[in-house]
């Protein structure tokens, strides 16, 4: 079984996948901060927000934006590191839930055939 990021690794490869995106505009790469607006503090654009995505999409394997959180609510860094560890809980949680109802409907099965014998 892979082993799923830690909040840290997926904190860290975001802030490194930002500097990256920053460093093609600039030599000087600003220290990053959780509270570092993407678009108002760092200038990122919306295509360099989709560029971002679709990078860490590809490395992470997940997409936060597809049911969980709106991009438009993405805002800052730390925003942008919360939706991916929401990712990684909801993933893990959904297929948790999903064998439990897998197994809740296998023993409401087996009562119903109990009863009708």
Do not use: W
Not at 9 to 23: G, K, M, Q, S, W
């Amino acid at each position: 079984m892979l082993t799923l990021p830690t909040p840290a690794d997926i904190e860290a490869l975001v802030h490194a996948r930002i500097r990256a995106v920053l460093t093609e505009r600039s030599d000087k790469v600003p220290i990053l901060s959780g509270a570092d607006k993407l678009n108002a503090t760092l200038g990122l654009t919306s295509l360099d927000l989709a560029f971002l995505v679709s990078d860490l999409e590809a490395e992470l394997g997940v997409d936060p934006f597809a049911k969980l959180v709106s991009i438009t609510s993405v805002r800052s860094v730390d925003d942008l590191v919360r939706a991916y560890c929401m990712a990684f809980v909801t993933d893990a949680s959904s297929t948790a839930t999903e064998h439990l109802d897998a197994a809740a409907q296998r023993a409401e099965l087996r009562r119903a055939r109990r009863l009708r014998q």
